[in-house]
């Protein structure tokens, strides 16, 4: 398969570019006998999908237009191992096969390594923009510690763009309509500047009103890429880029679900239940899917509930807005230097983000950050005899700064970065040894250096309640300042201190805020004064000014063998590491990297005069020093938010990938994985404000010890449960059905997927359990012969299932639950023209 490989690679690359600008003027899929082939280059080298010897899903820019992925959050679709989750805001959380973190903040990394045009994006914040006028996608399962380096530990993701063409001028237009108000319009214009020389412009714009009953959910893209290609000679050519797009609209607001009594209220016998709490469900008019979190009922339930450790009413949520910027520019030089092909990449790119987002246990939450990135990436390419190389260097820099700021009504935590920088410098090696035609070994390896500083601080606003009440006639004692005012919302610390009622909410003594801040009430201090509703304020700073310096030798051993013309068998070991990075918490102030080390054996097949594709793959994947977010103790004991290395896991599983022209005008296709995600060793603390509260967590809790303050400190223990966004099952399915006329062509397309049940939050409680579920999407494309236009129809969730994407719970408001959905069914109407 390989030795097929290497005689045809110029002809499928010289087909590739030949056909490219037909591309433009394509009618629908035509009647075809055999299965096309998909060009991938996720390796540093162009080849054949079926030839790489990897972990990898590949969708063109036909198939992420028919299934309808605008961004990122799409790309589930085409690989199943994949989950992407956005809870509100512009942030998105990738997962492979449940490798992954929910925190995106701006100073933490990701575990899927995102690229677009061959060049690394370090913040999960800048991966949001619209996807324009692209050539591919490709999905990597698994770590890719050698060509990808570091942060790569679950996979990553190339986002490819259409490149200029020589000689040729053309392009197209495509408008769009759909339900929720839907408008959107892209062109590209391909324009050959002489016959060395060559331009392509693009360009969207995406509009649709919020599927949610709050608004919520809108979009309000806009993006624009130009490049310019040139060939300087026989042997050296030259491409530069320039991209630029917008983000706006509100975000996804989500829905509440209901909430865990404080303490042991609701009805019994509720399978949502934990121990020492029921669950009460909001009312159907709140909790009905895709309800979001402002409507007129909604915000009523809300303003039923009591923030906590203020034990007081909530105020109303600030209305969320989206107003980001992203653009870059970058380079790739190819030179031909007759022993090997150099390939150089620089880059520099910048992420503005303003983000007000309100999930339901903020009143507001603010980020606004700036991220600039350089990058420069050199890869040599050479032969020396049976042994195929690629040597490489990469450098990358990176400089955030910007407030963030989460108002949860009693507590407020304003973090503003003064400077954080992460600078990375890595060296790495991969070689083919092909000791026959048909058996090769395969060698690499990857040093790479993370230098990391930040200087940061972290001021809490907690609102604390000191008087107390029996909960009910004879029951313990728990506080209550009802009537209390909260913690105002401010973006900055300024802000928030010229907000405050200082007769309401007087300060606490002076230094009160370096010690342990009590998650429920503090002893009256006499000539202090309190608010007329018993409360008072204190202020706990952090200042961090820190460094970290890791560095790690990741690497890859794999063996591939031939079995037949259209047979490759593989298997592979490879390793892949994540970064460690920082706290904004009290001797919490840093984590340690995470490691993956995968193992993994598969086949890639072609049968029946290239009719049938079977892909079959088993992994062992050990996750060690797993790094997670979560609420817990810091080191003077309050409560804050952090990163911290809790635990290892052992993931293992199979997937199956079929494709078969059942005739020459009938497609079906099959991706099956079975995952099994287990969580060996998963430990952390929280508190309460007394014993007989326990923690709101489906894991095992242990009590540890009251402090003098009377205060519970529990270890929670979440061993033996299954890793998050990891169903056991998940399942693509599709059939493809061509019809060709003497002037038209059409192609229906029907596409199944199944999700097994899996957990989507952090806390393991029932409600935290998404249902298995099963979407259907159906298209249906009508267009010329000579692919002047085409017509495409769509229908998307036609069942119109309720998919639930992360589910919270929020222990500052009443352990308020809450969800956030998918999007409902949509359809809509795409016409494309071709010139």
Not at 320 to 330: A, C, H, K, L, M
Not at 543 to 556: F, G, L, P
Not at 727 to 733: D, G, I, M, R, V
Request: a negative charge.
């Amino acid at each position: 398969m390989h030795s097929k490989n290497l005689v045809i690679k110029s002809s499928l690359l010289a087909i590739a570019v030949a056909s490219a600008s037909a591309a433009f003027a394509q009618a629908p899929r035509k009647a075809s006998p055999v299965l096309e082939e998909t060009i991938v280059t996720a390796q540093r080298k162009t080849e054949n999908i079926q030839d790489a010897a990897i972990s990898i899903d590949a969708a063109t820019k036909e198939e992420l237009t028919r299934l309808g992925i605008t961004d990122v959050k799409g790309l589930s679709k085409i690989a199943p191992a994949l989950s992407v989750v956005n809870g509100g805001g512009s942030n998105n959380v990738f997962f492979v096969r449940g490798v992954g973190n929910f925190s995106v903040n701006a100073y933490t990394d990701a575990a899927v390594a995102f690229n677009q045009d061959g060049v690394f994006i370090g913040r999960p914040t800048a991966t949001s923009a619209s996807f324009l006028d692209l050539e591919r996608v490709e999905v990597l399962k698994g770590p890719q510690g050698t060509l990808y380096g570091r942060n790569a530990t679950a996979g990553a993701i190339n986002v490819i763009p259409a490149k200029p063409e020589l000689g040729e001028t053309y392009g197209n237009v495509a408008v769009g309509a759909g339900n929720y108000e839907t408008v959107e319009t892209t062109g590209a214009f391909n324009l050959a500047l002489g016959d060395q020389w060559a331009a392509r412009l693009a360009g969207g714009y995406l509009n649709n009103d919020g599927y949610n009953d709050d608004g919520s959910a809108n979009t309000d893209d806009a993006a624009f890429r130009v490049q310019i290609y040139g060939e300087l000679s026989d042997k050296v050519d030259v491409r530069l880029s320039a991209d630029y797009s917008t983000i706006k609209g509100d975000g996804n607001s989500p829905t509440f679900l209901g909430n865990y009594g404080f303490p042991f209220t609701g009805p019994s016998g509720n399978p949502n239940n934990l121990p020492g709490y029921n669950f009460n469900p909001s009312p159907s008019n709140v909790s009905s899917a895709h309800t979001g979190a402002q409507t007129n009922n909604a915000e009523a339930y809300y303003a039923s509930l009591t923030t906590q450790p203020a034990f007081t009413g909530t105020a109303p949520m600030l209305s969320p807005s989206i107003d980001n910027t992203y653009w870059g520019v970058s380079g790739e030089l190819n030179v031909d230097l007759g022993f090997g092909d150099l390939v150089v990449i620089p880059a520099y790119r910048e992420s503005d983000g303003d983000v007000l987002f309100n999930n339901p246990g903020f009143q507001a939450a603010f980020n606004d950050d700036t991220a600039k990135q350089s990058s420069l990436e050199a890869r040599l390419s050479f032969d020396t005899g049976p042994v195929d190389w690629i040597l490489g260097a990469y450098y990358f820099d990176e400089k955030v700064d910007g407030i963030a700021s989460f108002n949860q009504q009693s507590v407020q935590s304003t973090q503003e970065l003064d400077k954080s920088t992460s600078e990375s410098a890595a060296l790495f090696a991969s070689g083919t040894y092909n000791l026959t035609q048909e058996l090769r070994l395969v060698g690499g390896v990857r040093w790479t250096d993370d230098q990391k500083q930040i200087k940061a601080s972290n001021d809490t606003f907690i609102d604390i309640c000191i008087r107390e009440l029996p909960a009910f006639p004879g029951g313990p004692m728990i506080p209550n300042c009802d009537g209390a005012p909260v913690v105002p919302a401010g973006k900055t610390v300024e802000e928030t201190l010229v907000l405050i009622p200082a007769s309401d909410l007087p300060f606490g003594p002076p230094g009160i805020g370096t010690g342990p801040v009590p998650y429920g009430t503090v002893p009256l201090i006499p000539g202090v004064p309190q608010g007329p509703r018993s409360n008072l304020l204190l202020i706990a700073p952090v200042d961090v000014d820190s460094t970290q310096s890791n560095d790690k030798v990741t690497y890859r051993l794999a063996v591939e063998y031939d079995l037949a013309e259209e047979s490759l068998l593989y298997a592979s070991y490879e390793t892949g590491y994540r970064s460690g990075g920082f706290n904004l918490a009290y001797e919490r102030e840093t984590y340690d990297p995470e490691t993956l080390d995968a193992y993994t054996i598969g086949s890639k097949n072609r049968f029946m005069d290239d009719r049938l594709q079977v892909n079959a793959e088993a992994f062992y994947w050990e996750y060690d020093d797993q790094q997670a977010s979560h609420f817990g103790l810091d080191g003077r004991g309050n409560t804050a938010f952090f990163t911290e290395n809790v635990g290892n896991s052992t993931i293992k599983g199979v997937e199956l990938d079929v494709v078969f022209a059942l005739t020459s005008t009938t497609r079906l296709t099959g991706n099956v994985q079975y995952l099994e995600n287990e969580i060996d060793d998963y430990s952390y603390l929280q508190q309460t404000p007394d014993p007989a509260v326990q923690v709101v967590t489906g894991c095992n809790t242990t009590l540890l010890e009251v402090t003098p303050g009377g205060e519970a400190n529990w270890d929670v223990d979440c061993s033996g449960q299954d890793g998050r966004n990891a169903p056991k099952w998940s399942t693509n399915l599709g059939i493809e059905q061509a019809f060709d006329f003497d002037t038209l062509s059409a192609l229906f397309t029907l596409d199944m997927r199944y999700r097994d049940d899996r957990w989507i939050g952090f806390d393991y409680t029932p409600p935290q359990r998404a249902d298995s579920v099963t979407t259907f999407d159906a298209t249906f494309e009508l267009g010329s012969q000579d692919g002047t236009w085409s017509v495409l129809t769509y229908v998307r969730n036609f069942t119109d299932e309720d998919v639930k994407s992360i589910t919270q719970v929020f222990g500052n408001v009443s352990n308020l639950v809450s969800t956030a959905y998918e999007p409902p069914r949509t359809y809509g109407l795409r016409l494309t023209y071709n010139f």
